[in-house]
T-cell receptor, first 116, second 112 residues
Framework: DTEVTQTPKHLVMGMTNKKSLKCEQHMGHRAMYWYKQKAKKPPELMFVYSYEKLSINESVPSRFSPECPNSSLLNLHLHALQPEDSALYLC???????????????FGPGTRLTVL | SQQGEEDPQALSIQEGENATMNCSYKTSINNLQWYRQNSGRGLVHLILIRSNEREKHSGRLRVTLDTSKKSSSLLITASRAADTASYFCATSGGGGADGLTFGKGTHLIIQP
């Protein structure tokens, strides 16, 4: 199975809502990532998890809270978002095999988030 | 951050022609990768070239890397309508679990 799945595909939420994005992979990858992509822009890295521990946080506002319950799952908890947070949120995974490895990444289809 | 710049930003060619996209980056890298994205969906990994490699081929794709100029190019030969997509270069400063920094991308349109 070489697929990364993301749910939901679309999400509309108000600024006072709490919601979660989910990502799953069954490739045995030990590194997982969240990226944010605005329309007509490149993806921007948000978080990196390595062996289920947060290793990189690209100064993301605290209204985004990542969680890695196990090696196959990655969540992104959303709370008190702003309209400018509307974007495509992409999850990815890679082998994560140490500093000598190469991080070819497998991406999910994304969750298109709209904040009203 | 290692922001990549790509040119052209948009490219329209006839089916069967070759398409060349260029990417420049700013700092030292471990590897450079190219990805394709169709209509705002997930990205698909195309090819990875290591910092000690100069050229790599995969099917109709040819990638070059010039670390002295901090630049890379992606050549797609014998283009097909299905190649219509956005193409991004992405750099990584480390291996293993390192996030990618993407270039601005080239939107390629293949005219039938």
């Amino acid at each position: 199975d070489t697929e990364v799945t993301q749910t939901p595909k679309h999400l509309v939420m108000g600024m006072t809502n709490k919601k979660s994005l989910k990502c799953e992979q069954h490739m045995g990858h030990r590194a997982m990532y969240w990226y944010k992509q605005k329309a007509k822009k490149p993806p921007e890295l948000m978080f990196v998890y390595s062996y289920e521990k947060l290793s990189i946080n690209e100064s993301v506002p605290s209204r985004f809270s990542p969680e890695c319950p196990n090696s196959s799952l990655l969540n992104l908890h959303l709370h008190a978002l702003q309209p400018e947070d509307s974007a495509l949120y992409l999850c990815a995974s890679s082998h994560g095999g140490g500093a000598g490895g190469y991080n070819e990444q497998f991406f999910g289809p994304g969750t298109r988030l709209t904040v009203l | 951050s290692q922001q990549g710049e790509e040119d052209p930003q948009a490219l329209s060619i006839q089916e069967g022609e070759n398409a060349t996209m260029n990417c420049s980056y700013k700092t030292s890298i471990n590897n450079l990768q190219w990805y394709r994205q169709n209509s705002g969906r997930g990205l698909v990994h195309l090819i990875l070239i290591r910092s000690n490699e100069r050229e790599k081929h995969s099917g109709r794709l040819r990638v070059t890397l010039d670390t002295s100029k901090k630049s890379s190019s992606l050549l797609i030969t014998a283009s097909r309508a299905a190649d219509t997509a956005s193409y991004f270069c992405a750099t990584s400063g480390g291996g293993g679990a390192d996030g990618l920094t993407f270039g601005k991308g080239t939107h390629l349109i293949i005219q039938p």
